[in-house]
């Protein structure tokens, strides 16, 4: 795994072309361009505000704040693993004519993702001024736990993006899979509002830890759970090792199966 860090480190002006690429084409003809990249979460927030604070009522103050937290922290996960799932088809020409660590190309969809989430921050120190909640210390947290998420979506993006070169229909599962995810994570409801004899389930899902360390931090001015962190970071780092070896293994037929 290090001699192919070191590889794509070799690489890293193929990468950065790559996430640039990635960032101009997605809004590539449309008048609004990378704005798109603020008005998305802003839309989304609308919906789900609409939704879920005057149709469903729930009851919290600052509700807004706490939705937009959780919907810009599960649109890196969704993007990527949506976009992420075909990232060595719709490169097909480049697989096939020239060699280059193909882990790149996932990892480019991951960095991209990552950058919209970085400008989401735009809108949301905003948003929190406004709702009067407070920012300190625990924002020291920030960058630990962006960290963490981050190699947990790339273990995912690199397993979906390899796998679905032989198994087409993967790329449209992955959207199904993403859909019910999104409801069993802590972004539109709390984790007090979820059933004791359901706690179990949910304590399985990785992204409840990471949702709660972010609104832990922006929401509600506190350090994050540093042994749930500590897990997931562990369980990130495995996966990411796995996620290498299994990419590693499926890379060598690419060219031949594209």
């Avoid at 008005?39 to 604070?53: A, D, G, R």
């Avoid at 060595?88 to 969809?109: D, H, Q, T």
């Avoid at 919209?116 to 210390?137: H, Q, R």
């Avoid at 042994?227 to 060219?255: C, D, E």
Wanted: net charge positive; hydrophobic share 55%; glycine share 6%.
């Amino acid at each position: 795994m290090l001699s192919k860090i070191k590889e794509i480190y070799t690489y890293r002006q193929m990468l950065e072309s790559l996430v640039l690429t990635d960032l101009r084409t997605r809004y590539k003809g449309s008048y609004l361009g990378f704005f798109w990249t603020l008005l998305n979460p802003l839309l989304m927030l609308l919906v789900y505000s609409i939704v879920f604070k005057y149709i469903v009522r729930i009851q919290m103050d600052h509700y807004t704040t706490f939705l937009f937290v959780g919907l810009m922290t599960w649109t890196l996960l969704a993007q990527s693993l949506n976009s992420g799932s075909g990232s060595i088809i719709r490169n097909a020409g480049l697989v096939k004519k020239i060699y280059f660590p193909k882990e790149i190309l996932p990892l480019s969809v991951v960095l991209g993702g990552i950058i919209n989430y970085l400008f989401s921050l735009v809108i949301l120190f905003p948003m929190v001024y406004l709702s009067g909640l407070k920012l300190g210390l625990p924002l020291l947290m920030f960058p630990i736990v962006l960290i963490g998420y981050s190699l947990f979506v790339l273990a995912l993006t690199m397993l979906v993006s390899a796998f679905n070169v032989y198994m087409r229909d993967l790329e449209h599962i992955v959207g199904i899979i993403v859909m019910a995810w999104f409801y069993l994570t802590p972004i539109v409801f709390t984790s007090d509002m979820i059933p004791k004899d359901l706690h179990f389930v949910f304590q399985l899902n990785p992204m409840k830890i990471i949702v709660e360390s972010f609104h832990d931090i922006f929401f509600y001015n506190k350090f994050p759970d540093l042994s749930a962190l500590g897990i997931f970071y562990v369980f990130s780092i495995a996966l990411l090792i796995i996620s290498f070896a299994v990419f590693r293994k499926l890379s060598r037929n690419f060219a031949e199966e594209i």
